[in-house]
């Protein structure tokens, strides 16, 4: 067998353009932030103008912010980090240039889209149909680059990076497939698969986990290469680093309940997010020390590295958030904290603490290394450090402050808890609006700090030659699998997934089955995890043989991390499918909106007014006095996509039909002002002036009924017959009123929406839902 | 089973076996995590330094910026 030597030039251009592309993007997306922060104190910066409107752009950052920034920084982080691990060029040129111009696209597509109203209605998931099957393509793209270069590695043990970059790429393509199921009923528009507490289930297992895995994970596989060659020095444990990672791939995945607490989702969903999140705090914290302890013996450097001074606060704002979302995650804090600033704190405590500055210290770590010439100025990206750091203190302690008050304001009683001592909602926003503007200041520090980065960065690269890094490899020939290595047969046949796989057969039914299969599945469970101990006794070798060799298979390896994330997706959204029948629902329905009503409700997503007023009263005290009767899981049974809300920048509108006259909803979406002083909401008064779009009503109606939206099978001419009836007579409430609008203006319909909420049917016992025509 | 899923009793035994599946695969892990062998761990934590990263420092007192030679320059 004879050795060949060979000279691997690795792929650095792509680094260098995905590096660039963060930093220009996640300039526009914090410049953004900026912006609609100030507009929550000063409504006139909305300029009356929809498209510069708050509800329209804060999408716009959150998603520019996540795949922008974070997006274009971790694929720059992966590509760099994995290639030099596994001692391989990436595996195609064009994938890579595919993979990266197609990225920027999506990206520009977001930018043209959501400002003007193209939205799919879910947090971090807004992005039309048309691009979300782009972004699937382009993950497709990524992930056949990473495990073809995978696949061709001359280093064959995979480091503890390139796991948490495998559970990434795997979980993330799952996710945002599952989650952005929909049927189109035109190119820029569609309806979730999912409808209301199945589609806030799904949302937020996607949303929570698109934090784990899209903003954690891959961070994390970046802190365990980045951070030991910052620090010259090996990760302080490894074998924590193996805990860490497996414990934090089991565990993230069932936490995704605990943004719907106190809500109607079912207790025992809302009770495994509580238990799940409470857990996470041992790997995360593990991770963190993990991280902090690798710089042990190094802290001088501390005073001069920036790159250290990044990361090590970035690994430290990493362990805050993550002390923090247990916290939350917990139903009585969550009580105080949910719908407030408090959330935003945690929110941006985790992305500017922990994604921002691990990007910042990656970025000044990699600049002399991808092209041939020093940092322009190290005391300018040590200025950067601090300005960015006091930036997010002022936020996020802004934002602490905020929240707790606002929390504590919206929940305080009197009379024995049977008055609210705060019943103005308002009362509630003027006391945190100078809080809102320390928040302004710190992100504008912060986001002071990221051009001081850009323009080190410009002033470094100026002039400067780009270099590819090289590394010698002794490959033999003919290239065989890795010794040690497990075969397709090895990797299923083996005792630990054979009795894997049986125990959750027999424990599947056990608590599926009828009688008979539930007690043979009892019985089958317990009799496996009595011979699967015996076996483990017995053959203990073989045991730990197949471990060892797992963690130098890539296949087997992304399977099973695989399978440890559909686990815990599967055991809570199927029973969600299931209750979530019509005929299941117990108490109380929604009765379907009219075509009228429909329109309207199209236009509530597309101004993003989900953004700002939730449609769930909680089963909490204060918020049945304030609001009304606590909101039925069976009352938006029919909502696709569900409009539940997770921030209260104004106050929940479940109940809020028939709570005011038309004249009232007319004259506050021209200018609530004129309503409400001192409020903080935009003008939409474009609604009173563009004329409503009904020609799509036939398909989106069509489409609802596939959707099980028990519409009748009515005609385009009956559609239209209905619409033209309800619009007349809201136009003749709001003429005899004395407003004056044309009766076909987008106004009328949202109206017809916003009384139509919190009306409902009783359930007739016998199960089956009417349907309009009954 | 699962008609009255939001109402029954019955439905907490999901956290109780979620809890445990997932307990018992955090111990597992740190057992075998425990087990490994120095030899091995010390193989595994070298890897990100089997392949040099050269870097440019910042100009000395001589003014010149000192680049470390290792890799091939590619414009």
Redesign the interface.
């Known amino acids: 067998m004879s050795v060949q030597k060979s000279t691997v030039e690795f792929n650095d251009k792509v680094v260098r353009q995905f590096l660039l592309a963060s930093v220009i993007w996640g300039a526009v997306g914090m410049l953004v932030g900026v912006l609609i922060a100030a507009q929550l104190n000063f409504w006139q910066l909305n300029f009356n103008t929809s498209f510069l409107t708050w509800s329209h752009l804060r999408p716009l950052h959150t998603n520019a912010v996540i795949f922008a920034l974070v997006g274009n920084m971790m694929f720059a982080g992966v590509y760099y980090s994995t290639q030099r691990l596994v001692k391989a060029r990436l595996a195609s040129d064009f994938l890579s240039q595919f993979h990266f111009w197609g990225w920027q696209a999506i990206i520009v597509s977001a930018a043209c889209t959501l400002p003007f109203g193209f939205t799919r209605g879910q947090e971090y998931a807004e992005l039309i149909w048309p691009i979300n099957l782009a972004v699937v393509v382009m993950w497709v793209v990524f992930a056949v680059n990473f495990f073809w270069t995978l696949a061709k590695r001359n280093e064959p043990s995979l480091y503890v990076a390139i796991w948490f970059y495998i559970a990434t790429i795997v979980t993330v393509a799952m996710l945002y497939i599952v989650n952005h199921l929909a049927i189109p009923t035109s190119w820029t528009h569609s309806y979730s698969l999912f409808g209301g507490v199945q589609n806030a289930l799904v949302q937020w297992w996607y949303g929570h986990n698109a934090v784990a895995f899209f903003l954690t994970t891959p961070i994390l596989g970046i802190m365990y290469y980045f951070l030991p060659k910052a620090a010259g020095r090996p990760v302080y444990s490894y074998k924590l680093s193996v805990v860490h990672f497996w414990s934090l791939v089991f565990v993230y995945i069932w936490a995704g309940p605990h943004h719907l607490l106190n809500t109607s989702l079912p207790g025992w969903l809302q009770d495994l997010g509580m238990t799940f999140s409470l857990m996470l705090w041992a790997p995360s914290w593990g991770g963190m020390l993990n991280g902090l302890l690798t710089l042990r013996g190094g802290w001088d450097k501390l005073r001069t590295d920036p790159v250290i001074k990044f990361f090590a606060a970035g690994v430290t704002f990493y362990g805050m958030s993550t002390f923090e979302g247990p916290l939350l995650a917990i139903k009585s804090v969550n009580a105080l904290a949910h719908y407030t600033d408090w959330i935003i704190a945690h929110v941006h405590g985790g992305t500017l603490g922990w994604n921002g500055f691990m990007a910042a210290g990656m970025i000044y770590w990699l600049i002399p290394r991808l092209w041939s010439k020093p940092l322009h100025s190290t005391a300018l990206a040590n200025l950067h450090f601090w300005v960015g750091l006091v930036g997010i203190l002022l936020y996020v302690g802004a934002m602490w402050a905020s929240g707790i008050t606002q929390g504590l304001m919206l929940n305080a009683t009197s009379e024995h808890g049977t008055v609210l001592t705060y019943p103005n909602f308002l009362d509630t926003v003027n006391a945190i609006r100078p809080l809102m503007l320390m928040r302004v200041i710190g992100g504008a520090l912060y986001l002071a700090g990221w051009f001081l980065m850009a323009y080190n960065l410009w002033k470094s690269i100026s002039g400067a030659k780009p270099v590819n890094g090289t590394i010698e490899v002794f490959a033999e020939e003919p290239a065989h699998q890795a010794p040690g290595s497990l075969s397709i047969a090895g990797w299923v046949l083996n005792p630990p997934v054979v009795f894997s796989v049986l125990g959750i057969g027999f424990a599947c039914a056990w608590m599926f089955g009828g009688h008979f299969l539930s007690i043979a599945g009892l019985v089958g469970t317990m009799f496996c995890a009595v011979v699967a101990f015996s076996h483990f006794e017995a053959k203990r070798k073989s045991w730990g043989d197949w471990y060892d060799r797992l963690l130098v298979s890539a296949v087997p390896f992304t399977v099973l991390t695989f399978l440890a994330v559909v686990a815990g997706g599967l055991i809570q959204i199927i029973p969600t499918i299931v209750i979530h029948k019509a005929a299941n629902v117990e108490d109380r329905r929604q009765i379907p909106y009219t075509p009228l009503e429909l329109a309207g409700r199209d236009l509530y997503v597309r101004e993003g007014c989900y953004l700002c007023h939730s449609q769930m009263i909680r089963t909490l005290v204060p918020d049945v006095l304030r609001y009304g009767d606590y909101s039925r899981l069976g009352e938006s049974i029919y909502d696709h996509p569900f409009q539940w809300g997770s921030k209260r920048n104004g106050p929940d509108l479940a109940r809020v039909g028939g709570k005011y006259p038309n004249v009232w909803h007319l004259r506050h979406m021209e200018n609530p002002r004129s309503i409400s002083t001192g409020s903080n909401m935009p003008n939409f008064a474009w609604l009173l002036s563009n004329k409503l779009d009904v020609s799509t009503l036939p398909r989106k109606i069509a489409v609802q009924r596939q959707l099980g939206v028990p519409y009748p099978q009515w005609t385009d001419a009956e559609i239209a017959a209905s619409v033209d009836d309800q619009q007349k007579k809201i136009a003749k409430d709001l003429r005899d009123s004395g407003a004056y609008v044309d009766s076909d203006r987008e106004i009328v319909a949202l109206i017809a929406y916003l009384q139509q909420l919190g009306h409902y049917e009783k359930v007739v016992p016998t199960g089956t839902a009417p349907t309009l025509a009954d | 089973?699962?008609?009255?899923?939001?109402?029954g009793d019955s439905?907490?035994?999901?956290?109780v076996?979620?809890?445990g599946v997932?307990?018992s695969?955090?111990i597992t892990?740190?057992w075998?995590?425990?087990?490994?062998k120095r030899p091995?761990?010390e193989?595994?934590?070298?890897?990100?330094?089997?392949?040099?990263?050269?870097?440019?420092?910042?100009?000395g007192q001589d003014g010149q910026?000192?680049?470390e030679a290792?890799?091939?320059?590619?414009?």
Do not use: G
């Open positions: 089973m699962f008609t009255r899923i939001i109402y439905t907490a035994i999901f956290t076996v979620a809890f997932a307990a695969i955090f892990i740190s075998r995590a425990l087990l490994m091995q761990v193989r595994y934590e070298n890897l990100p330094f089997l392949t040099a990263t050269p870097t440019c420092a910042e100009a910026a000192k680049c290792t890799p091939q320059l590619r414009t």
